[in-house]
Structure formats: structure tokens, C-alpha cells
């Protein structure tokens, strides 16, 4: 009998599983959108439902079970990914709500606050006044998107006893509890996430400092008493229930989860390109896991602090490795909202009706109409006095301020839809600029990224794909499957969790772990920089107003918040 793994993979929007044999290769695969939740008066305000995330989940095992006929017996294994959303349930596993009103804290359906979710900014603020060392693992700054500030959000909006009942979880440690009704954490869920200091452990002093000492004197029972590794089993696998549920064998190995960009990195930096790689070059290698934000992940034999950069995370992925976690908080958020909201957008839907085309794909033809019409050899000549800044919805990294605000200099009385692709292609350029941004912070901190290995949808995008090789000078590889790479990550954890044998030490486990890696991941495509002399002046030009624009918004909120004073 062959042996099969699933990977689980819970983005924003949507749950997808995959069926892969030991080699990578795909038997099935089916995806099933999740619901979101907005709040009308509040637009930092994004909520979702495990049960809902749960069902999702179900449905896509069964399909993929159904597509392939492959039996339940042959599937050895199963990984979990997810985004890294804030999940609440009692003591039995039933969802808490964490609506903002009379419900709060009561059993509810809306239990997750996703991770885009904004409403814990002051609860942010708080935190990164203390100068705890908790934030010397953060980049110097926690992000409002993390789990302690929503927790310590709702400790401060919810009835103590309603409170107190709580289990709180990040979102891929949720799943694996769910299905195998054991609470034990994940590294990579705790370290990056929730405050959980590499070598030291939870910080009491800390989390009475800010409020929650609940947390400290139940013994950290509401948050994570034991954690694991990336892929090593948790609990006993299935439970009988949740066997049930996803139509699988009770006892199936559930490997410890991992956050859906940690995920991508193991789908994606193992990839040959001639030789087969090994550990030690994964530390040359960016992730970057694109889909409605992006993240930007590298590993590192030792710990290197960067700015503004979340990190560094010690097990997250490797026991004894380190890793740094850069990301922009809205990356496809950020194209689709361009688009969308552009007068002519309704012209270009109804365009790419007529002729049969994606809408990419016309606005591609118009920005080569446009620059033959004005005598330029590329979009970026095109657009060389117009400039974005995109942080539409807050930096993430490595300014790592949440009230940064997207700009754009240069614009023209221009509606049409002409305006609309010039304006697209900025959208992307200010993307590849940030990520720059982004290396270059993470290189002059003591790392040597050499190139970047890309997962998640923006990975189609060739326009998006070229300006990152040409504005970060590096060439960037794309993933065999742009939109596989994430769940198969998850799968590698199943497999994992199938063929550990007994306690493994260090090398021994990162030995195992690499190998299936290298095993699973197919080639992947290299895209070289390829921009003209010209161009590279260009983008260096674009590159240092980029810098700018972020040090004059600072200094124009400081003399307004001087003026208001």
C-alpha cells in the first residue's frame, strides 16, 4: 500500500487539504472558502468561527478522500497550518464569543479574532511601553496582530469569570486540539506569537505587569503548559470524534502545527535548483508566503535581532535554529483594494468579459500600449514621477508601526482606464520596494540572503515576480505550485509526525526533517534579475523616495500631534 499525508492549510478566506504521496506529488486537493465577519461602525474589527473553519476542514478531507479513492488506512499522517488568529474556547472546547457587547465571553460562534483584526492598538501600546524583554524578541516592538495583545483585550472588556474559563490559542494549535483533544502547544505558535521567550520561557513579571496576571497564577494553564517542535506528534493522533468528522482512522499521527508563512517556508526553501540542497544553505534562503499580507522568513544557525523585524525565534521550525519574521500587512489586500475601488474598475471587468481575458492579463496589454505610445521600454520609466508608500493598513516590518498610512505623490486628473493600470503597476512596485526594505534590514543585521523563494498566490503574478528580482537584486524561485507550496508544508508535518521514532535529539530530528523536505519539494522556477542599466536607476531613485517618504509621514504626524496639543 502506498502511503499517503494531508495538509490542512487555513488562510484568511478559505481551508484547503492536500493528498501528496512521499514525494510531493498531489492526488487531491479541494478548497472550501471560511467566513469572515466585519463590523459595520468599525473597521478594525475582523472575527471567525472554528466550527465554521472546522467544517470547512471536513469537507475538503472528504473531497480529497473522494478524488483520489485513496483509503483512510493509506493516509499515515496529517499537518495542520493556519493563520495565526487568536482562537478562544472553554475548558471543553467550545467556542467563546469575542464579539465586542452583552455576548462577550458567553458561548458564541464568533470565538477567533483574526489576525488583521486591529481593535488591541492601545492594548499594543501598553505592552511596548513596558521594555520588557519580551520585546527584545519582537524587534524592539509587538505588534497589535499578536495574540497577548488581544488577549489582554478582552481580559479588559470581559466579565473576570466569563474570563477566567478561557482557553486561548493561536489558531494552528486550536486545529491540532480539535483533533486530538490534547491542549499541548506548538513552538512556532508560542514563540513567534504569544510572548513565549526563547530559552527563559513565559515571563510572569510581564504579563502582571500589563494585567494578566490570571494567566500567571493559573500556571499558565489559559495559554500553554508543554509545547513541541514543529511535526512531532501530538496527543495520541485522532480522536475517535474528530476521526469521524474528517473521515479518517482514529490514531492517525497529527503533527505539532505551524503558523500558515512557516508553513510556506517548508513548502518552498528545500527546492533543488542543481545540487540538493542542505540545512545549513536554508540560511541564505527567504520565504516569502504572499497571499492577502506577505511574510518574509529566514532561518539562522544563531540568534540575529533586527529592528523592527519580529524575532529572533528560537524551535520554531528546527530545534536549535533561529528564525526572523518580516511582513507586510497588506500585500494582495492592497491590489485588490487599488483595483476595486478605481472608477474604471467596472470597465475593466466588463472588458475582460468581452474578450475572454483576466483582467491582469488586459492590464498588462494597456501598460504596453501606454508605453509605446510614449516612447519608454518599461512601466517603471512610465510612472517615474509617480510614487506609493502602501502601508494602507499599518507597518508591520521593519518600521513596525501600526499607524503608518499608504500615499501616493503624483497623480493626475485621470480616471480612465489607462489610470488604472498605471496605477496597478505602482501597486506592485511599492510591494517590491517594502520588500526591499525588508531584505536589506534583515542583511545589514548580520544576515546574507542571497535569494528568495516565493509561495502563495501573488507567486503567478510574472509582472510582481520580476520587479522583486529587479528591485532586490536577487534572483527569486518560484514554487512548482504557487498555490500548493503553503499546504504542502503542512504536509511534511504529517509525514513527519508518521516516522518519528522515539525521542530525537537535535540533529538527529533536523537530519529527518530536511530530508523529507528535500524529498517532498519539486523545482521550482528562477526568475533572474533582468532590469536594464537604466531601470536599475530607476528603482534605486524610487527606492531611496521610498525611505524618504516613511521618515517625512513620521515627522508630519509629530508636528500635527504638536499642533493639536
Request: charged share 20%; with cysteine; hydrophobic share 40%.
Amino acid at each position: 500500500m502506498n502511503h499517503y499525508y494531508l495538509g490542512i492549510d487555513v488562510g484568511t478566506g478559505s481551508a484547503r487539504a492536500t493528498l501528496v504521496d512521499r514525494h510531493g506529488k498531489v492526488a487531491a486537493s479541494a478548497t472550501v472558502e471560511t467566513t469572515t465577519f466585519r463590523d459595520t461602525s468599525d473597521h478594525r474589527i475582523f472575527e471567525q468561527s472554528t466550527d465554521n473553519i472546522w467544517a470547512a476542514i471536513s469537507s475538503t478531507i472528504k473531497s480529497c478522500l473522494q478524488t483520489s479513492q485513496i483509503s483512510p488506512d493509506a493516509v499515515k499522517g496529517l499537518g495542520f497550518d493556519a493563520t495565526c488568529s487568536l482562537a478562544v474556547a472553554d475548558n471543553d472546547g467550545n467556542p467563546i464569543q469575542v464579539t465586542r457587547g452583552d455576548t462577550l465571553g458567553q458561548l458564541g460562534d464568533r470565538n477567533i479574532i483574526l489576525w488583521a483584526d486591529h481593535r488591541a492598538e492601545s492594548q499594543a501600546d501598553l505592552i511596548n511601553s513596558t521594555g520588557s524583554i519580551v520585546l527584545d524578541y519582537v524587534g524592539g516592538t509587538m505588534s497589535l496582530e499578536m495574540e497577548i495583545p488581544k488577549v489582554l483585550w478582552l481580559k479588559q472588556h470581559m466579565d473576570p469569570a466569563l474570563f477566567a474559563r478561557c482557553q486561548f490559542f493561536d489558531l494552528p494549535d486550536f486545529l491540532t486540539y480539535r483533533a486530538t483533544g490534547d491542549v499541548t502547544r506548538s513552538c512556532c505558535s508560542l514563540t513567534c506569537k504569544c510572548s513565549y521567550v526563547p530559552n527563559k520561557g513565559w515571563q510572569g513579571d510581564f504579563f502582571k505587569q500589563i494585567g494578566l496576571e490570571d494567566l500567571v497564577s493559573n500556571d499558565y494553564k489559559q495559554i500553554g503548559q508543554k509545547l513541541l517542535a514543529a511535526g512531532i506528534p501530538v496527543g495520541n493522533g485522532l480522536t475517535k470524534q474528530a476521526a469521524e468528522e474528517l473521515g479518517l482512522i482514529a490514531g492517525t499521527p497529527v503533527g505539532s502545527g505551524v503558523i500558515d508563512a512557516y508553513a510556506g517556508w517548508l513548502g518552498t526553501i528545500a527546492a533543488r535548483q542543481t545540487d540538493t540542497p542542505t540545512l545549513s544553505e536554508s540560511g541564505h534562503r527567504l520565504a516569502a508566503v504572499a497571499g492577502t499580507s506577505t511574510c518574509h522568513i529566514v532561518q539562522s544557525p544563531t540568534a540575529v535581532f533586527v529592528p523592527g523585524v519580529w524575532g529572533p525565534y528560537k524551535d520554531a521550525i528546527f530545534r536549535g535554529w533561529w528564525m526572523n519574521e518580516g511582513g507586510q500587512s497588506s500585500t494582495g489586500q492592497l491590489i485588490d483594494f487599488i483595483l476595486t475601488t478605481h472608477p474604471a474598475y467596472p470597465t475593466l471587468v466588463e472588458r475582460g468579459k468581452e474578450q475572454g481575458k483576466n483582467i491582469f492579463v488586459i492590464l498588462e496589454e494597456l501598460l504596453s500600449t501606454l508605453q509605446t505610445q510614449e516612447g519608454v521600454a518599461t512601466p517603471t520609466e512610465l510612472l517615474k514621477d509617480v510614487h506609493m508608500y502602501p502601508d494602507f493598513h499599518g507597518n508591520r516590518s521593519p518600521t513596525a508601526d501600526p499607524r503608518m498610512r499608504g500615499s501616493i505623490s503624483g497623480l493626475a486628473l485621470d480616471s480612465t482606464l489607462n489610470d488604472l493600470a498605471r496605477k496597478y503597476y505602482l501597486t506592485l512596485e511599492s510591494i517590491a520596494l517594502q520588500t526591499r526594505h525588508i531584505v536589506d534590514s534583515l542583511n545589514a543585521a548580520g544576515h546574507e540572503i542571497t535569494s528568495i523563494y516565493m509561495s502563495g498566490g501573488q507567486a503567478k503574478n510574472s509582472r510582481l515576480m520580476q520587479l522583486f528580482a529587479d528591485t532586490c537584486g536577487m534572483p527569486v524561485v518560484l514554487p512548482f505550485d504557487h498555490a500548493g507550496a503553503v499546504v504542502l508544508g503542512a504536509a511534511m508535518l504529517g509525514r513527519f509526525a508518521a516516522e518519528v521514532e522515539g525521542e530525537m535529539d537535535e540533529k538527529t530530528s533536523g537530519e529527518a526533517l530536511w530530508r523529507i523536505m528535500v524529498e517532498m519539494t519539486q523545482p521550482g522556477t528562477l526568475v533572474a534579475p533582468n532590469a536594464s542599466p537604466k531601470e536599475k536607476k530607476l528603482l534605486e531613485a524610487k527606492y531611496k523616495i521610498f525611505r524618504e517618504t516613511i521618515e517625512t509621514q513620521k515627522r508630519w504626524r509629530r508636528e500635527m500631534e504638536e499642533a493639536s496639543a
